[in-house]
């Protein structure tokens, strides 16, 4: 039986939230607050990725 998008929209939060815990894992608050430019220069190009394939969706 095919899923529906109501699962497919829960499983996709699910991966969006597993890919930013990788993300920040390592990370305590001193850690990110020390190194925030670091961590927003990391984090733009995949989130600008996201973007530019939202676009290109339509």
């Known amino acids: ?3 529906s ?3 497919n929209a829960l499983r996709d939060i699910l ?3 597993d890919l930013a815990g990788q993300f920040v894992a390592g990370f305590d ?5 020390d190194d ?8 733009l190009p995949p989130l600008w990725a996201v973007v530019e394939q ?3 969706r339509g």
């Open 5 to 7: 998008t109501t699962d």
């Open 29 to 33: 608050w001193a850690a990110f607050h």
């Open 1 to 3: 039986m095919p899923s």
């Open 15 to 17: 991966r969006h939230i």
């Open 36 to 43: 925030v430019w670091d961590t927003v220069r990391r984090a």
């Open 54 to 56: 939202e676009l290109e």
